[in-house]
């Protein structure tokens, strides 16, 4: 019995280690000053939310902390993944543009669901939402 929870234990290690999407650069330093401890808000908003193929879309991040607005996150990424086509899969650095606000601009050249997710880094917190966009044709 005990050995199984062992093996249930090291699993749910290796998940929240991949999870934690580790690799890209260290944190150096964790700014204690800032009230790290609130937790980071971010909010993901695609302009249009369903697209067309060679229509601009913008991915808007929004990151907040305590009702203020965050605009030096560490990391702000937005990975864009096709469903069911692995060949599309790219993580891309947003643009800060102040007010909290970070902005990547993309237009998709193939009808299909997209997943977006945005890797927002501020000192010791990294949050991560997903949202999901149709493009036709
Ligand atoms: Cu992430």
Redesign the pocket.
């Known amino acids: 019995m005990k050995k199984k929870y062992v093996f249930i234990g090291i699993i749910l290690l290796v998940v929240f280690a991949l999870a934690g999407?580790g690799g890209s650069g260290g944190h150096d330093g964790m700014n204690m000053d800032e009230g790290m401890m609130e937790p980071l808000k971010v909010d993901l908003t695609l302009n249009p939310e369903q697209a067309k193929v060679g229509e601009k879309v913008s991915i808007e991040v929004l990151v907040t902390q305590k009702d203020q607005k965050v605009d030096k996150a560490d990391e702000v990424e937005i990975e864009i993944i096709k469903d069911g086509d692995s060949s599309v899969h790219e993580k891309v650095p947003a643009e800060n543009a102040g007010d909290g606000k970070y902005v990547l601009e993309k237009t998709f050249d193939g009808a299909g669901t997209y997943k977006i997710t945005s890797?927002v880094t501020y000192g010791p917190q990294?949050t991560?939402p997903t949202k999901s966009l149709t493009v036709s044709e």
Do not use: Q
């Open positions: 999407c890797h990294h991560m």
